[in-house]
């Protein structure tokens, strides 16, 4: 009788495990963003960072008008936050289409933020605009 408790034990702790699912955080962010009128600042969602490199990186693949008027818009802005604690991390960097990826400097004092998260502005107060964004805490 113990054996077949042992095993029954053992299995139901077996199954208990195999349905259990593991979400981890994404590494990066990538997404279509809507960048409201008067450059207020939108966030990207939570992602894990490792914390071995003291930079993220981010770029801009296209910023555009979102009323679908002539494009001549080119750049947008970004800022790594540090998801615990609300605060940012870094400096805010103008993006731009015309340019590849852009280290972004985590400050001292933040590089063991461990969930991070982009914040992500126009960089024309008058217009709202959608910007192909990428981004990651590293």
Same mark, same amino acid.
């Given at each position: 009788m113990k054996?077949?408790?042992?095993?029954a034990s053992a299995m139901v702790l077996v199954f208990l495990m195999s349905a259990t699912t593991v979400h981890a955080l994404p590494t990066s962010f990538r997404?279509? %963003?809507?960048?409201?009128?008067d450059q207020k600042w939108i966030? +990207?969602? +939570?992602? &894990?960072?490792?914390?071995?490199?003291?930079?993220?990186?981010?770029r801009t693949y296209a910023v555009y008008p979102a009323d679908n008027?002539?494009? +001549?818009? =080119?750049?947008?802005?970004?800022?790594? !936050?540090?998801q615990e604690k609300g605060i940012p991390i870094s400096s805010v960097y103008v993006l731009s =289409?015309?340019?590849?990826?852009?280290?972004?400097?985590?400050? &001292?004092? !933040?590089l063991?933020?461990?969930?991070? !998260?982009?914040? %992500?502005?126009?960089?024309k107060p008058k217009y709202d605009a959608y910007?192909?964004?990428y981004g990651t805490g590293n």
């Open positions: 054996r077949f408790i042992a095993k997404g279509t %963003v809507y960048l409201k009128l966030r +990207t969602s +939570t992602q &894990e960072r490792s914390g071995k490199r003291s930079f993220g990186r981010a008027s002539k494009d +001549t818009f =080119e750049k947008m802005q970004t800022q790594l !936050y540090n =289409e015309l340019e590849g990826f852009r280290d972004i400097k985590v400050w &001292e004092g !933040y063991d933020a461990k969930r991070v !998260y982009f914040m %992500v502005r126009g960089n910007a192909d964004f």
